[in-house]
Structure formats: structure tokens, C-alpha cells
């Protein structure tokens, strides 16, 4: 019966053939039956989650499929407005990639806006302003990455009280998982249809080799069960943080502080597990908790290119000093933030003790709520639950846990003095 259908086709149908979505999606990425409100897509790393979004999102807007409604209105959420416009929109498998007929115009410079011919209306707008979702209703959105917004809770509040208009509102979320309080509370939600997508099932759209070389360095481990395999993991039952925690302890905007340290845990070089550089941002608030401003670590960056980093964040936050783990490196870490800033405030500490006694009593200062974070940190925050006795489950370095260690230890663990009073 194929055959005899392809065999009917025109020219022009049989070269529209390869990207007709409904024959190429695999089962994970088409919207499920029935009555729902949010489908939740979990999937793996490169297992077509934005290219599913991607393609729900205009076949609605394009009229392709039923369900927009006669307002049109579509709210694109992702991490930053950059990771909205560059994966959800401009991206490989993004809207405008995937539009090959019907293609939506972009109205970048006036409100970050997509039109449809149709007249549907796509607007973006970032986890970093869940403000900006006040006031704007919609009955169709799509939120990528939510395991990873920076205000989360806020963000995803704003964005039910405008998910109102026509019959039966609805959206789509695809992220990888993490297990961060909300997402856990949406798998149990009644109004949820829970898909998983592992990365093998798109690997007829991999580069050759890709799925093979993350199965021989992580199947098995925490990490590849979350990153292949779309699995939400729980934390660590020997680990020092737990994200329930962690987000109960995030607060919107931080109030003056006495004094703020940038902390850096530079990169071990020669080994491709040790390639990140962490870089953690700390203050000391008047009210004696300490602050956690910003995870700006970088990965796989040369000595200078986290050398510049590392005063940037210190200029950023006019920080008082930069605290530098030169375990690793010795004077080559003092030498390489000399060049780039040769007045930098620099107190250099070595590592005595193993990470597991050095992190304990930065742990204890969490469970007494003597520190607070300024917004998620997802990628630190995957550390902190993550770290048990033994390190790392991926037996990665913990980079970024390790800056966030030194940064708090010399605010509240120290007996420095306080620097003037300062407000961000």
C-alpha cells in the first residue's frame, strides 16, 4: 500500500517527502491524544525536542493543525531571550528552519515578535523577566529548557495566569531533566501528559559516531540516564544539598551587601575531565547571610580566556578581592590574572583538605539558611546535589562547586573585615 502511494505522487511531492513531519517524527515528538494542558517532553540530549516544539508551534500557527484558536496569540519561553531567539527561532531545528511553507516574518526589533501569515502572533520572552509575562495573554505556549530558567517558579507562575484565551488553552515544555522542584510537581499534575525521548531514538538525525562515543563514556551513570536517556534523577542520598532546598533558598533581588568576593577553581589542565574553569560571585549582606550572585564558570577556556572572565565578574560586582584555588597551576594562576589585570586584589588559598570536608561546613551554612541564592544556577546547582563522597556521579571535577566552596568560605568562614556598604 506505500508503494502504491508513493507511486501516485507528483515530482514536486515525492522532494517534499523527506521532511514531511508526520512520516519522520519518531512517536515522542507528536502531541499526544485526548484532553490535556501541558505536555511535558523529557528528552536526552539531540533527541529532537526543539525540532518537535518547533514544529507543533507552526503547525498550529500556520493552521496545519487544529487548536490555536481564532486569537492566534503563542508565548515562546525560554532561559534568555538569546537561547529563545537563537534555539527556538533561528536555530537548526527551530521555527524558521523547520517553516517551509507558510514562514513566519520576524519582528525582532519590536518586541521580539513572529507573524504568520494566518495572522498568529509568536512572542519571546526569557525566564530571566518573568515580570514581562504580566499583562499578555495567550491560548498556545511553548517553554524550552525549563529545567534550566533562572527564576522558574515565578516565570512558569506568570505564564498560567496568561495562558487563557480560547476553549482549551495549552502548551508544551521540552527540557532535559532535571530534578528541580517544579518540574517533579508537573510530572505528578493531573493536566500533564509525561513523554520521554531517549537520544537514540533520533539517531538517524545524529552525526555518525555521536550516540556511540556518549554511550561508551556514560551509559550507565547518573549522567547518562539524564543526558541519553531523558531520565529525571533524584538526588544523591549521600549528597550534601538537596534542590528542594536550594529553592526554597532563592530570592529575587539581593540587598545591600558588606562585602563581595569573586572566587575562581582554575581548570586542571591535560585532562579533558577537568576543562572547566569555575567561577562563583558571593556577597555578605548586611543581615550577616551570605549571597551567591552569579555562576559565571566557563568550560573548555584557555588561561586567558578565564583570566578575563574572572575580572569581568569582579568588575561586574565591584568585587573587594578574587579568591584563587593555586593548588593547580601555582604562581601560572597569579601570572595569567596579572596580565590581564595587574592591580587585581588577588588572595591566593591552597586546598589542605579533600572537597568532601572542605564543602561540609559550606553545607551546614545552607541548612542554618545563612546563605541564600540570587536566582538559579543550574549547572552549579547540578553539582551541589550531584556531590557525594565519591565526587561527581560522571567523575567530572566539581569545578564550579569547588569556586562556590572558596567564595563562601572566605566570607563566612574567615574573619576578614567588611568593606563598605554596597547595593545592587
Not at 493552521?63 to 484558536?69: K, S
Not at 562563583?280 to 564558570?297: H, K, M, P, T, Y
Amino acid at each position: 500500500m506505500i508503494a502504491h502511494f508513493i507511486a501516485g505522487l507528483s515530482d514536486d511531492s515525492l522532494r517534499a517527502l523527506p521532511h514531511f513531519w508526520p512520516l519522520i517524527s519518531h512517536p515522542a515528538q507528536r502531541p499526544p491524544q485526548g484532553d490535556w494542558r501541558t505536555w511535558l517532553l523529557l528528552g536526552g540530549r539531540g533527541s529532537g525536542k526543539t525540532r518537535a516544539g518547533a514544529e507543533w508551534v507552526h503547525a498550529l500557527a500556520s493552521g496545519e493543525a487544529e487548536g490555536l484558536g481564532s486569537d492566534g496569540r503563542i508565548a515562546l519561553v525560554g532561559e534568555t531571550f538569546s537561547d529563545a531567539r537563537e534555539v527556538m527561532v533561528d536555530g537548526i531545528s527551530g521555527i524558521l528552519a523547520i517553516a517551509r511553507h507558510q514562514r513566519p516574518r520576524l519582528e525582532a526589533t519590536r518586541r521580539r515578535r513572529l507573524l504568520w501569515p494566518s495572522g498568529a502572533i509568536a512572542q519571546m520572552f526569557s525566564s530571566e523577566d518573568p515580570e514581562s509575562l504580566r499583562g499578555p495573554q495567550f491560548s498556545v505556549a511553548w517553554g524550552d529548557e525549563l529545567g534550566k530558567w533562572r527564576h522558574a517558579r515565578d516565570t512558569w507562575d506568570m505564564l498560567q495566569f496568561g495562558l487563557r484565551l480560547g476553549p482549551r488553552p495549552r502548551q508544551l515544555i521540552t527540557t532535559t531533566p532535571r530534578p528541580t522542584p517544579l518540574l517533579l510537581a508537573l510530572v505528578k499534575d493531573a493536566g500533564t501528559v509525561l513523554v520521554r525521548s531517549a537520544t537514540a531514538d533520533n539517531a538517524a538525525n545524529l552525526a555518525p559516531g555521536f550516540l556511540n562515543a556518549l554511550r561508551a563514556r556514560y551509559q550507565g551513570t547518573r549522567l547518562g540516564r539524564q543526558e541519553l536517556d531523558g531520565e529525571l534523577i533524584a538526588d544523591r542520598e549521600d549528597g550534601l544539598w538537596r534542590r528542594r532546598q536550594l529553592e526554597e533558598l532563592v530570592i529575587r533581588r539581593p540587598g545591600p551587601l558588606r562585602r563581595i568576593v569573586v572566587a575562581i577553581d582554575p581548570p586542571t589542565s591535560g585532562t579533558a575531565k577537568g576543562s572547566c574553569c569555575g567561577l562563583v560571585a558571593a556577597g555578605l549582606g548586611e543581615d550577616g547571610r551570605a549571597v551567591v550572585l552569579a555562576d559565571a564558570s566557563r568550560e573548555a577556556a584557555g588561561p586567558t580566556a578565564w583570566a578575563r572572565a574572572a575580572v569581568a565578574l569582579y568588575r561586574r560586582f565591584d568585587a573587594d578581592c578574587v579568591v584563587a584555588e593555586v593548588n593547580q597551576g601555582g604562581d601560572m594562576v597569579e601570572a595569567v590574572l596579572r596580565t590581564v589585570a595587574p592591580e587585581l586584589p588577588l588572595r591566593k588559598v591552597h586546598a589542605s583538605r579533600g572537597k568532601w570536608l572542605r564543602a561540609e561546613p559550606v553545607a551546614a551554612l545552607y541548612e542554618q539558611g545563612r546563605v541564600v541564592h540570587a536566582g538559579h544556577f543550574p549547572a552549579l546547582e547540578d553539582q551541589m546535589c550531584d556531590f557525594g563522597r565519591d565526587g561527581l556521579s560522571s567523575g567530572a571535577s566539581p569545578d564550579r562547586l569547588d569556586a562556590l566552596v572558596w567564595a563562601l568560605s572566605e566570607l563566612m568562614l574567615s574573619r576578614r573585615g567588611q568593606p563598605s556598604l554596597r547595593h545592587l
